[in-house]
């Protein structure tokens, strides 16, 4: 059965970059209006910080978000990864499905090190935790990763590496 519904959308990003680090925050909101529902109005909240630091060779990043939600969604087009440091979000394409609100609080931290001018090693951790509000079982996620890559020629790249996810 087909459906449709009425969006409004919003946010603020603020960025800045300073010599050795980048700063930048954002949040955003959107409510919803499902005509077929009896439902008045949905809507979500979202805020979120980011830094980048350099140091000579090697470069530190980490983000925090947390978003609030009244009514649990299908999202068949995920994002994959977090928009760039001041950015926010382009509304997602999803459909809504039940009335239980929940939150998400997601972080990550990310060291990548110069070995040579063709080759680096990069470090990543991340989690995300989601609460909900009806006494359902609560969600975690969270994922490391490391990446040695070089540079053979102009126009082609290695890239090895291992990533390893746990979600409960």
Not at 35 to 58: E, F, I, V, Y
Not at 61 to 78: C, D, I, L, Q, V
Request: glycine residues 14%; without cysteine.
């Amino acid at each position: 059965q087909g459906s449709y519904y009425n969006q409004f959308s919003g946010g603020l990003s603020y960025s800045a970059g300073l010599a050795r680090l980048s700063f930048g925050a954002s949040a955003s909101s959107s409510a919803r209006q499902y005509p077929q529902l009896d439902l008045p109005l949905t809507a979500s909240h979202a805020a979120g910080t980011g830094a980048t630091l350099s140091l000579g060779r090697t470069t530190i990043s980490g983000a925090m978000n947390g978003s609030y939600h009244s009514m649990r969604n299908f999202t068949p087009f995920p994002e994959f990864g977090p928009p760039e440091l001041g950015q926010i979000a382009a509304p997602s394409l999803d459909f809504g499905f039940g009335r239980g609100r929940y939150l998400t609080y997601t972080g990550n931290v990310s060291a990548s090190h110069q070995l040579s001018a063709r080759s680096s090693l990069t470090l990543g951790y991340s989690r995300q935790d989601s609460t909900f509000a009806n006494d359902q079982e609560d969600l975690t996620n969270q994922s490391g990763n490391f990446r040695y890559s070089r540079g053979l020629t102009r126009y082609l790249g290695l890239r090895i590496g291992y990533g390893y996810t746990d979600a409960r």
